[in-house]
């Protein structure tokens, strides 16, 4: 069977854009959540998240692209940039019916949807932009990345709310497994930071209510937590048949091995109680990786902060992993950069594979109180050294969709 690794990272972070910044932010333990400031919030009770300040798309895309563009398709095109850049590809070299993108959104433009939205109902249908489906559609960011990599092999948008940068990571291996592909550029993006959105987040309780203290609020796996954190961004992976790496000679952060994913098929917003749904998931991504229990050495969770949520993915961990549950570090990435929803699993998989290269696993922010239903090794304070070999990393979305990840060190 064909091998594949990853050779390119490309993080467009509420905590730093490009490789070099989020892994500096992630070891100096930089805290990305504060009070929204590029967000119209109307009467929404929520004014914090994990912004991106000051992003720039014109340093990726013209003036009239930019214009023209959804933000969440901005970051999606950032990050592919990023991840070519630093794989140092030579895009024109390849053949380009085995070049392909998946990289999914949980939104994708609902920016966009929002604004024009006001302007049918402020100003008449009319006024609505010519631009408006194009930036809205949640394939686009797959399209735009497409047509400036001149990728024209596989190219799918993976929609599996929280779940979706994990899946598309997932297929794109799997194109590479079943020979459609060579490489994959691969990810999940989301620029949802708008007031409509955390209205619905905060309508239905998931979200966090600490306004006087936004900072703490993000707090996976502790007593106190409350809710999640809204965060927004972008992250895309260069996935390589091993082979096409290594007779190029790219530098290989880490191999994906395995992949699992499932639906709980019970609710369509809380996780199964009993964590079984997770859970087959995790066994399918051992099993494609050919590991026992006791050779994961770490996990990046889910860990939303959510009542339900780490409770449940907790006793997942517990009921697979049993007596080796104590030797497994488990942090939450977005205890840093808030949840990306669906560009979430990507931008924390960039972190695993920066705890593989480091033998460094970044602290999960604001764990100051152990919950006794949350019974695992949780990474706090100043992080943990250690040598890891292999990890998982855990994403699970609204409609009960479970995706894993399995990397090895290599």
């Not at 333990?29 to 919030?41: A, I, M, Q, S």
């Not at 960011?141 to 899946?167: D, F, Q």
């Not at 409350?226 to 992250?235: H, I, L, Q, R, T």
């Not at 409770?311 to 030797?327: D, Q, V």
Request: proline share 4%.
């Amino acid at each position: 069977m064909k091998r594949v690794v990853i050779t390119g990272l490309g993080p467009v972070s509420p905590i730093g854009i490009g490789k070099e910044n989020y892994w500096k932010a992630l070891r100096e333990r930089v805290n990305g959540v504060g009070l929204l400031t590029g967000v119209e919030l109307f009467d929404c009770p929520i004014n914090f998240g994990a912004e991106i300040k000051n992003f720039d798309p014109t340093i990726w895309m013209d003036n009239k692209e930019a214009r023209r563009s959804d933000r969440a398709i901005q970051f999606a095109l950032a990050a592919s940039i990023l991840a070519v850049e630093d794989a140092k590809l030579d895009t024109e070299g390849l053949d380009p019916y085995r070049f392909g993108v998946y990289i999914g959104s949980g939104q994708g433009g609902i920016a966009t949807s929002f604004d024009q939205f006001k302007v049918m109902l402020e100003k008449g249908s009319r006024k609505v932009s010519p631009f408006f489906i194009p930036m809205m559609i949640s394939n686009m960011s797959t399209a735009y990345v497409a047509i400036r990599h001149k990728a024209k092999g596989p190219n799918l948008c993976v929609v599996t709310a929280c779940a979706t940068s994990i899946h598309s990571l997932g297929e794109a291996y799997h194109a590479i497994i079943r020979d459609d592909a060579d490489v994959m550029i691969s990810g999940g993006t989301e620029a949802g930071l708008k007031a409509i959105c955390l209205a619905g987040f905060a309508s239905m309780k998931a979200l966090s209510t600490r306004r006087e203290a936004p900072e703490k609020a993000s707090r996976p796996f502790d007593k106190d937590r409350d809710g999640f954190v809204m965060g927004e961004g972008a992250g895309a992976l260069i996935l390589e048949e091993l082979e096409h790496a290594k007779k190029r000679g790219a530098h290989i952060y880490a191999e994906l091995v395995g992949y699992g994913t499932s639906c709980d098929a019970e609710h369509i917003t809380a996780p199964a109680a009993d964590g079984n749904g997770a859970a087959y998931a995790t066994k399918k991504a051992l099993d494609m990786a050919g590991w026992k229990t006791e050779d994961v050495d770490y996990i990046n969770a889910h860990g939303t902060a959510t009542q339900l949520n780490d409770k449940t993915e907790s006793l997942m961990i517990n009921n697979i992993f049993g007596e080796h549950t104590p030797n497994i570090a488990v942090n939450s990435t977005k205890s840093l950069i808030g949840h990306c929803l669906g560009a979430a699993g990507a931008l924390e998989t960039i972190a695993a594979i920066q705890a593989i290269e480091e033998g460094y696993v970044h602290p999960t922010l604001n764990y100051e109180i152990p919950d006794p239903e949350c019974n695992i090794n949780v990474v706090s304070g100043e992080g943990l050294h250690k040598h890891m070999k292999h990890t998982l990393i855990n994403s699970f979305g609204f409609g009960g969709h479970n995706g894993v990840l399995g990397l090895s060190k290599f």
